[in-house]
């Protein structure tokens, strides 16, 4: 299951398959210990619904506050795939750097490359501090998009300049395969599956 359809469940109700899903997101990440700290609470509150022990006042107060630390999860769950984004275009312009412009024929291109990976860089840190609800959010994670777009021509300077960096083409998948998770939970359009 993905963000999005996580973020149905609960708004069903289905506090319970969320949690499972939520903990299957999670599972392997700095997260998971939140997402099982969040299950274990939902087995208290069943546990305190079935003993009589709520009336129905806390009863919805508690459901309230598992699903609050449920979305809450879910928007940290993002922002740790967004500085995953940043973490593999950090490495992609780490490595372009090293790469010799002195035996390559578009030493220029090389150069531009670094820049914008810099720049898209920059923007996608800004993310972490945008509001939950910014209109920012879509536009900077669009320009990812639009730079994992341009590399669908190989024929193109910026793909020939990944091409030849070592691990170019696999950093730039792992970035794909982030952005897609992180794109369909604002809302943008997912790069095509040949990067992956």
Do not use: C, H
Not at 22 to 27: N, R, V
Not at 116 to 125: A, F, P
Not at 142 to 168: A, E, Q, Y
Request: hydrophobic share 35%; proline share 3%; aromatic share 4%.
């Amino acid at each position: 299951m993905n963000l999005i359809d996580i973020k149905e469940l609960v708004a069903k109700g289905r506090s319970e398959a969320a949690i499972k899903a939520l903990m299957e997101l999670t599972k392997e990440t700095e997260l998971e210990s939140g997402a099982i700290s969040i299950s274990r609470s939902y087995r208290t509150y069943k546990r305190n619904i079935i003993s009589g022990i709520l009336d129905s006042n806390e009863e919805r107060k508690e459901e309230a506050l598992i699903t609050r630390r449920i979305l809450d999860l879910l928007n940290e769950y993002e922002l740790l795939q967004i500085k995953g984004i940043k973490s593999s275009i950090d490495q992609l312009q780490t490595e372009i750097e090293t790469v010799n412009v002195d035996e390559v024929e578009e030493a220029r291109t090389v150069q531009d490359t670094v820049e914008q990976l810099g720049d898209l860089s920059k923007q996608v840190e800004e993310i972490e501090f945008l509001d939950p609800g910014s209109n920012e959010k879509p536009k900077i994670l669009g320009k990812v998009g639009d730079f994992l777009n341009s590399l669908s021509d190989p024929d193109s300077k910026t793909g020939k300049v990944i091409r030849i960096v070592k691990d170019g083409v696999e950093i730039v998948q792992d970035i794909a395969r982030t952005y897609n998770s992180v794109a369909e939970w604002v809302g943008l359009p997912q790069v095509p599956r040949l990067f992956l």
